[in-house]
């Protein structure tokens, strides 16, 4: 039973690269979400899904891409990354009710150099 | 917009009691969660309140006043592995199911 899962877990890269974190999970869940944690600001939603192939913007999406083609893949890619990128990327999933608990990955930790 | 407050920090000392407070001000409202976060780990649910009054689950409690916009998160005879952070989070009602965190507090368990 695997969840939902993440990788890289790691992830060092330099500025300008495209970077993709993935996330993965096995309960069919309808709805993922991409959250950043950052000291000071606490968890803050990217991008969430509904579903396969719908996507919309959270509260800090700029610089960020992301796709659902497929249920149980929610993939975040940072086209050109920053140094404000750099922070601990938390993928979550939920059901279809809005009052389900939302499930955390374990985290994608990305320094951008 | 969307506010959510906590404490930053509290210390606490191993058995007793300790209530985390959080109040917000969102638009609507469709529920609110308690998540605890271990240092370098993911958060994991603990509490949901979306009808006012207490929801007790062991040595953990959580309240809710939604005409106060108020929620507090009781924890009860204290365990050193009880020290981590404690997230409050909304769902608004146009947030399409997404949570709006408070930026969480801080619990320290000393002997």
């Known amino acids: 039973d695997a969840g939902i899962t993440q990788s890289p877990r790691y992830k060092i890269t330099e500025t300008g690269r495209q970077v993709t974190l993935m996330c993965h999970q096995t309960?069919?869940?309808?709805?993922m979400f991409w959250y950043r944690q950052d000291l000071g600001h606490g968890l803050r939603l990217i991008y969430y899904s509904a579903a396969a192939d719908i996507t919309d913007k959270g509260e800090v999406p700029d610089g960020y891409v992301v796709s659902r083609s497929k249920t149980e893949n929610f993939p975040l890619t940072l086209e050109s990354a920053t140094r404000s990128q750099t922070s601990v990327y938390f993928c979550?999933?939920?059901?279809?009710?809005?009052?389900?608990?939302?499930?955390f990955g374990p985290g994608t930790r990305l320094l951008v150099l | 917009g969307q506010n959510i407050d906590q404490p930053t920090e509290m210390t606490a000392t191993e058995g007793a009691i300790v209530q985390i407070n959080c109040t917000y001000q969102?638009?609507?409202?469709?529920?609110l969660f308690w998540y605890q976060q271990h240092a370098g780990e993911a958060p994991t649910f603990l509490s949901y309140n979306v009808l006012d009054g207490l929801e007790e689950k062991g040595r953990f409690s959580s309240f809710l006043s939604r005409s106060k916009g108020y929620s507090y998160l009781l924890l009860k005879e204290l365990q050193m592995k009880d020290s981590a952070s404690y997230l409050c989070a909304v769902i608004p009602s146009d947030s399409g199911y997404a949570l709006n965190f408070g930026k969480g507090t801080s619990l320290l368990v000393t002997p």
């Open positions: 979550a999933s939920s059901g279809l009710q809005a009052t389900e608990t939302q499930y």
């Open positions: 309960w069919s869940h309808s709805y």
């Open positions: 969102t638009s609507g409202f469709n529920g």
